[in-house]
């Protein structure tokens, strides 16, 4: 049976004339008007067969691949990475006056008393770079990173800092760093998710599941949640009864049916629909090999401290490796209970922090010297890190006699290895409470532009057009730069 034929015969004029769409007078007239700009359902020859084929850069770049190592809830960068012995030297006298004025807080109410670190820090490696006691893997990769100090944001509250970093904007709706890369540059593995999302901790991160989501772009650049124990991803395997043969057949007949719908109305999501049942299928195989990290050999199990079958930010680590390996795009960890407010011993300095260190010291280095070693680190960025800073005095909530840090946009740290940054770098520098950046801020937007140059992206041209808007990562203005001073 000719379906598309069928469908013509059955269409009244009327239901003709409105279902036109591209092709009905209006159409014709609103392009007149919009003159060279992309039409509403735009799309290349080869798009149309797969969105995820694989793309050039625009611009040549040899990082081929992301893995971004998400530490939700904000890790304490005075505890961890920007040693500030004036905080020790002021321990628990009053914060300055001038310090507070004009200034919102998540919770500190009235005057707080200057927090010093309880750790110690040293110079690690070559290049001296000072890192606390509490991350001894990680100061043993410093020669191989650039450590920024000098991150600020304009959001405080977690959600929305999330959002803003990860998507751009500070709502829920836009499309995500993964999203993007994945639209412009495909994906090496058409067995695979392009872009991948991996969960450790004890809940998702607080901006939850649209700080992977793909918002105005086609559904299938979205990230794909995997689970690193248990079945890898839900309801992916064919019911009882169901062959392999009888699914293919049933795929095969829902493609005729999308075919003939978007013929009729244009839409781009249907081709994602298409695209992703076809995507799926191939992964019933796929996945279950690539996320399988027992073919690991004993050595590399130790070396992350990972165990087959658990669920765990190590096995994540060896996970991301592996899907980079194999030609995936993206890989985001987002790993969760870095809110070290000092409300409890599980969110404190003394007790919670070591703990979430511990949790992901040994892995996050790993990492880097697993790629180093296989000759994939040069063209795989590595970036650790979180949604903003905590501040430079204690929060004491509500009278808490445990030791924690608010929320503080003004400035925090994050590194980045591989894919085209510095080695053996510090860049930036806060005053001496650690309250401020003095040298080389690096806003959210600067960020995100140096993330996109290094894949061969402008950052200022790389757009999509939804709602009559040319939509960036960057956002509508250009006050994101591409921070030339961490570029190798």
């Not at 004025?101 to 927090?115: D, M, N, R, S, Y």
């Not at 903003?388 to 980045?416: C, I, K, Q, V, Y």
Request: include cysteine; charge should be neutral; hydrophobic fraction near 35%.
């Amino acid at each position: 049976m000719n379906l598309g034929l069928a469908h013509a015969r059955a269409l009244t004029r009327r239901a003709f004339l409105t279902r036109a769409g591209r092709f009905s007078l209006g159409s014709i007239a609103l392009g007149a008007l919009l003159g060279n700009q992309r039409p509403l359902y735009a799309a290349s020859a080869e798009s149309l067969v797969n969105p995820l084929t694989p793309k050039p850069p625009p611009h040549p770049s040899k990082t081929k691949a992301v893995i971004y190592l998400s530490m939700s809830g904000a890790p304490p960068q005075l505890d961890l990475f920007d040693f500030k012995p004036k905080l020790n030297e002021l321990n628990m006298q009053p914060c300055p006056p001038e310090l507070l004025k004009g200034q919102t807080f998540a919770f500190i109410k009235g005057t707080p008393k200057i927090l010093g670190s309880p750790y110690k820090f040293e110079k690690r490696g070559q290049s001296g770079s000072v890192v606390s006691e509490l991350l001894p893997n990680i100061s043993k990769i410093v020669d191989d990173a650039t450590i920024v100090r000098s991150m600020w944001t304009d959001q405080f509250n977690h959600a929305p800092a999330e959002l803003f970093l990860y998507t751009g904007n500070m709502r829920a709706g836009a499309a995500s760093m993964g999203s993007w890369v994945t639209y412009g540059l495909g994906s090496e593995n058409q067995n695979l998710p392009g872009y991948v999302v991996l969960l450790s901790g004890s809940s998702d991160p607080t901006g939850g599941k649209s700080c992977w989501g793909s918002g105005f772009l086609p559904s299938v650049f979205q990230g794909v949640q995997c689970r690193s124990g248990g079945e890898p991803i839900l309801f992916s395997r064919d019911p009882d009864g169901m062959t392999r043969e009888t699914r293919r057949r049933s795929l095969d007949a829902l493609k005729t049916l999308n075919e003939a719908e978007e013929q009729t109305f244009g839409d781009p999501e249907t081709l994602t629909r298409i695209s992703q049942y076809e995507l799926a299928y191939r992964m019933q195989l796929s996945v279950p090999e690539v996320m399988d990290i027992s073919k690991e050999s004993p050595e590399i199990l130790a070396m992350y401290g990972a165990k087959p079958g658990a669920a765990s930010f190590a096995n994540n680590c060896l996970l991301a490796r592996r899907l980079v390996e194999k030609g995936v795009r993206f890989v985001q960890l987002f790993d969760w209970g870095w809110d070290m407010h000092g409300t409890g011993g599980d969110n404190d300095l003394i007790t919670g922090l070591p703990k979430k260190c511990r949790d992901v010291d040994q892995a996050s280095a790993a990492l880097v010297q697993d790629l180093k070693q296989r000759g994939l680190l040069d063209s795989t960025l590595v970036i650790w890190g979180g949604e903003f800073g905590r501040t430079p005095m204690n929060e004491a909530r509500g009278g808490s006699t445990f030791l924690g840090r608010d929320h503080h946009p003004h400035a925090f740290t994050l590194w980045m290895a591989g894919g085209g940054v510095k080695q053996g770098l510090t860049f930036g520098e806060t005053d001496e409470l650690g309250y401020f950046v003095t040298e080389n801020k690096v806003t959210v937007r600067d960020f995100q532009a140096t993330v996109l140059h290094l894949l061969g992206f402008d950052p200022y041209t790389f757009s999509y057009k939804f709602q009559g808007l040319d939509n960036r990562l960057i956002g509508p203005s250009d006050e994101g730069r591409i921070v030339k001073g961490i570029l190798a």
